[in-house]
């Protein structure tokens, strides 16, 4: 093993170098503040989050209102009178049948039609829930002035200074994953010291009971609607000074150097059907606290540095953008989307944010991001603050391979796996069939069934798009064991639904979803274009996984299936993508949803190379559709213009979006604040730099010329092959690739039609690669690193060349063939 091949083995053996260098650098591009407390929480508050609690910070001078959430705080569900799980008592497969026949019969049905036919009310669905705030009274006299409150998204923690009369303060905020807990430090200049009170404020919808024991104030009680018992409590360690109690219910601070809260919550919810219950959250949250508390402030830092950097840093991108020293509001309201170096970073910034928000509402042991992440305040937030599975839970999850952050999306994989349960119910009721399914929408309470909002009740084919994210986790990372153990029970149930649920078209002997929904979007149908897109991938991934597993029998159903299936794929009258198998399109309909383009992305159906008369459509119906929509609508429409390889077009939708769908505070806008669109759009910047969707790297596809330079370090594409870009004036000048596996590599670039150099990076060894059909291919080992660099530089340049680049680590910062990702 050479010097090289035994540094980055060690490198990967201590498993932070990434996440080490980027904190350690600054990172600049990857900070932004305020000038000011925020007036507004959904505009101006900065976020923090573990996973299972977040807060946000409105950084308040005299009387701050830090409030917080934890993901499990429901109303509704079990306990809650009439919850049924969205079940009807009976089959609905008479009805099922009956619609069926009606829309053979007729062609289309009114959704408000279907809706009374399927549709049921929701019981005692509930809603996510603020835990409360913590109030925290700062003592001080004096005029504020140079106040800045600073998210840093590398460190993940939230920093306020300011200067109160002649006294500076600084307070640091951040939520440890490892300690599952979230850390306030307060520090001040006075000689006096630090005067403060703390305590709770909590809804009105709970029973509440207060106590202080020792510099540990505690609220807990139970929810009156479902009986749902919670637990959150607070230590407060003083250095120098004191602290004493204040009646029952607050604690107060004099004299004290600095001052560190330490606050953790809970509930006695459980992610299992169908009673959602487990023990008393008090002694879970106690123990948290009482080990954050013997580690010390400087450990928790350090374990959440290092956790969080560990993540963060596993990505670099620059744009070639420059530092703004304006606050973030300002900047937004600048930026134009053009050549202008500082709308770059802003672009970064954007990019970075939404990996950032996906490590902070995301983590193992934890439910999956929601609607708002992990953060809200409101008793009765937008759309119950829960799943909607007709995009938005699976847009969450987008960013989460290609930007290499397989672990976040393992509360996803836990939260399908739970509602698989339930689901075999719906599947039951419904269809009388085998497998699972649910609908729109679903909460922490296995809601599984069909609501009777007309324009978005109706998409069984939700559970197999979730499927398709598991197969997607395997083609990023690799792992043969999750494939086998965690993805196939989940594939393979999907399917089971869909190979009896299907039925023959009469028109053409085709099978068929209906009754059938093109989302929030036209009539009922038979074989809508995204339902049958949904199910085809679906029978297309379980197949060939199957096949991989030696599920021979199972591979060969579903490939019979397959062969009998209406594709969804069909050119319209004037030239467009349709929607429905009939061709309803009206060229004037410009709805937010795009849904009939589901088989360009996020599936693979639709490619410029494979089936460019379908690209072709598929331009036409977006153009049709024009460049508005809501936040997660522009994500959306940001992917797929670069699927289609039109990076000036996507970066116009991405210049929308941040122009017109974005908060202050960069959450992205519905409007309101929802967040999948932040998710949406970090995905769609990853695709516009590297694609691997047709088993090829395709490298810098969608470069709009408002990024004519730069490098991106880190990204990853399926084959589980770490890739890293450098660009200048619009073209590739090199890439890095670090395989996690041994396979066959393919690459897709112009670049490589004109001279290059294709070395192992360890050692400078020249290799060969073979082209053929526009697309270039090697064979790989795992651990192996190799390096493409654009140009014609040959002998003694060339080996120079390479000896620079092994010397000087920053293109990536880092050693030459080490890896960010595990």
């Known amino acids: ?55 946000v910070v409105t950084g308040e001078t005299a009387v701050e209102r830090l409030q917080f959430n934890e993901k499990t705080l429901w109303t509704g569900g079990p306990g809650a009178e009439g919850y049924d799980w969205g079940l009807p008592a009976r089959s609905r497969r008479p009805i099922v049948e009956a619609v069926q026949r009606m829309l053979f019969t007729h062609g289309s049905l009114a959704p408000a039609t279907v809706a009374r036919l399927l549709g049921r009310p929701m019981r005692a669905y509930g809603a996510y829930q603020s835990f409360g705030e913590l109030r925290l009274r700062h003592a001080g006299e004096g005029p504020v002035s140079g106040y800045r409150r600073e998210l840093d998204l590398a460190r993940g923690w939230v920093t306020i200074e300011h200067r109160r009369g002649d006294v500076r303060w600084q307070r640091r905020y951040f939520a440890s994953h490892p300690d599952r807990v979230i850390v306030l430090r307060i520090e001040n200049d006075d000689p006096a010291g630090i005067g403060l009170d703390v305590d709770f404020v909590v809804p009105d919808n709970r029973s509440v009971r207060r106590r202080v024991q020792g510099r540990r104030l505690s609220v807990d009680g139970a929810l009156h609607d479902n009986g749902l018992r919670y637990y959150a409590a607070v230590d407060v360690l003083n250095e120098g000074g004191r ?38 959250p008090g002694p879970r949250v106690r123990g948290a606290l009482d080990a954050a508390a013997r580690l010390g402030y400087a450990r928790l830092e350090s374990r959440h540095l290092e956790d969080h950097g560990g993540l963060f840093g596993r990505l670099r991108l620059s744009l070639g953008g420059a530092a703004d020293p304006r606050p973030i509001d300002r900047r937004l309201a600048a930026y134009r989307g053009g050549a202008d170096p500082r709308d770059r970073a802003l672009e970064t910034l954007l990019f970075d944010y939404g990996r950032y928000l996906l490590i902070a509402s995301s983590r193992a042991g934890s439910l999956p991001a929601n609607l708002q992440g992990v953060w809200n305040r409101s008793a009765t937030p937008p759309w119950n603050a829960d799943y909607h599975v007709n995009i938005n839970l699976q847009m969450n999850y987008w960013p989460a391979g290609p930007t290499a952050l397989p672990e976040t999306a393992l509360p996803l994989f ?3 796996d739970a509602l698989r349960v339930p689901g ?139 062969a009998r299936l209406d594709p969804g794929l069909r050119v319209g009258r004037w030239g467009q993508l349709q929607e429905w198998k009939l061709d309803l399109d009206r060229p004037d309909d410009t709805h937010r949803h795009v849904s009939h383009l589901w088989a360009l992305y996020p599936g693979r159906r639709i490619s410029l190379f494979g089936t460019p008369a379908l690209a072709r459509a598929a331009r036409v119906s977006l153009e049709a559709r024009g460049d508005g929509g809501t936040g997660w609508s522009r994500a959306w429409k940001t992917a797929l213009w670069a699927r289609l390889r039109d990076g000036d077009r996507a970066h116009r939708l991405l210049a929308g979006a941040l122009r017109e769908s974005t908060l202050p505070n960069l959450w992205s806008n519905h409007p309101p604040f929802q967040i999948d669109g932040n998710f949406g759009l970090t995905a769609a910047m990853a695709e516009m ?48 690739f670090h395989a996690r596996r041994d396979g066959e590599i393919g690459l897709r670039s112009p670049a490589l039609d004109g001279p290059y150099r294709f070395t192992d990076a360890d050692s400078g060894r020249p290799l060969s690669l073979e082209v053929a059909g526009g697309t270039a291919r090697f064979p790989a080992r795992a651990g192996g690193v190799y390096r493409l660099a654009i140009g014609p530089l040959a002998g003694a340049a060339a080996t120079a060349e390479v000896a620079a680049r092994q010397a000087d680590p920053s293109f990536c910062g880092r050693i030459p063939g080490t890896t960010h990702s595990p």
């Open 1 to 55: 093993m050479n010097h090289a091949a035994r540094t980055r083995r060690f490198l990967r053996s201590i498993g932070l170098i990434a996440g080490l260098l980027w904190v350690g650098a600054g990172a600049a591009e990857s900070r932004f503040w305020f000038d000011r407390p925020a007036a507004d929480w959904e505009r101006e508050g900065l976020p923090i989050g573990n996973g299972a609690m977040g807060a």
């Open 243 to 280: 602290v004493e109690p204040v009646g029952d219910g607050a604690l107060r601070v004099r004299g004290a150097r600095a001052v560190v809260l330490l606050l953790a919550a809970g509930t006695d919810y459980a992610p299992v059907y169908p009673h959602y219950r487990r023990s008393d």
């Open 414 to 416: 836990d939260f399908v």
């Open 424 to 562: 075999r119910l719906a599947a039951q009721r419904y269809f009388e069939a085998p497998g699972w399914t649910l609908f729109l929408n679903t909460n922490v309470w296995g809601f599984v069934g069909a609501i009777d909002w007309p324009t978005a009740f109706w998409q069984p084919e939700a559970a197999a798009w979730l499927a398709r994210l598991f197969d997607d986790h395997w083609a990023f990372t690799g792992d043969e064991a999750f494939l086998r153990e965690r993805a196939w029970p989940v594939m393979r149930e999907a399917a089971e639904l869909w190979l009896a649920a299907l039925v023959e078209d009469p028109r053409d002997g085709a099978l068929v979803v209906s009754p059938s929904y093109s989302p929030e979007h036209g009539p009922f149908t038979a074989g809508a274009a995204m339902s049958q897109q949904i199910v085809g991938d679906l029978f297309e991934r379980v197949q060939a996984v199957a096949e991989r597993l030696g599920e021979d029998a199972f591979a060969a159903r579903v490939a019979a299936a397959r």
């Open 689 to 736: 730099l590297l694609q691997s969707h047709e088993g090829v790297l395709d490298l810098l596809p969608a470069l709009p010329a408002a990024w004519p330079e730069g490098r991106v370090c880190g990204l990853v594409g399926r084959g589980a092959v770490e890739v890293d870009l450098r660009w200048r004036d619009g073209r590739l000048q090199e890439a890095v």
